[in-house]
C-alpha cells in the first residue's frame, strides 16, 4: 500500500520542524561559546582619533606650523599611552585594537618621517631607511594578523622607538655639519 499523499506531506513538514529545531539549539550553543567584543571603546576611540591626527599632522609640518603640528604630535604620544594604559587596567584589550594600534603608530611615524623629509628637515636617505623599516614592520605585523595573537601585545616597532630614530638621524646630521663632514641640510 501506498502512503497517502497528506501523510506524506505532514511527515515532511514534521521533519522540517525537527530540523530547524535542531539548528536553532546548534546555533544558540554556537554563538554561547563565541565571544563578541565591544570594539566601541574607550582605547579603540582614542587609537581611531590618532588615525585621523595622523594626515593632519603631516598637513601642519608641510605647511610650516611647527607649533601646532607638534602639540597634535603629543597628543598622538598621550593617546598612545593612555589608551594602552586603560586598556591593560579595564581589561578592554580587543583583537581590533591589537591591530590599529600598532596601525596607528606607524602611520603617524611615516606621515612625520616623510613630510619632514618633503620639507627638507630629514634627510632623505634616513627617510628612506625609516619608511622601509615601517613598510618590513608593516609585512610582519599583517603576517601576524593572520595568526592570532593575544590582544595587547606590541610591535617591536614603536612609535617611541621610531621617533627616538628620527631624533638620532637629525642630531648625528646636526653634528656632522658642525664638524664640517657635511653640509648642513636646514
Not at 65 to 93: P, S
Request: charge should be positive.
Amino acid at each position: 500500500m501506498q502512503p497517502e499523499a497528506s501523510d506524506t506531506g505532514a511527515s515532511i513538514a514534521q521533519s522540517v520542524n525537527v530540523a530547524s529545531q535542531k539548528a536553532s539549539i546548534i546555533g544558540d550553543k554556537v554563538r554561547s561559546l563565541t565571544p563578541r567584543e565591544q570594539i566601541y571603546n574607550i582605547p579603540n576611540i582614542l587609537t581611531a582619533s590618532r588615525l585621523i591626527a595622523a594626515p593632519f599632522v603631516g598637513y601642519l609640518v608641510l605647511h610650516e606650523q611647527h607649533k601646532w603640528a607638534l602639540a597634535l604630535f603629543a597628543y598622538a604620544g598621550i593617546t598612545d599611552l593612555v589608551d594602552g594604559w586603560i586598556a591593560r587596567k579595564y581589561k578592554l584589550q580587543t583583537v581590533v585594537g591589537s591591530v590599529i594600534d600598532p596601525m596607528a603608530d606607524k602611520f603617524l611615524m611615516t606621515i612625520l618621517t616623510v613630510t619632514l623629509s618633503m620639507n627638507g628637515l630629514l634627510p632623505g636617505e634616513q627617510t628612506l631607511l625609516c619608511c622601509t623599516k615601517r613598510f618590513q614592520a608593516y609585512l610582519n605585523s599583517t603576517h601576524s594578523l593572520f595568526s592570532y595573537t593575544h590582544p595587547g601585545t606590541r610591535c617591536v616597532s614603536c612609535s617611541g622607538c621610531s621617533l627616538l630614530e628620527i631624533c638620532i638621524f637629525a642630531c648625528a646630521q646636526d653634528f656632522q655639519a658642525l664638524l664640517g663632514l657635511l653640509p648642513a641640510i636646514r
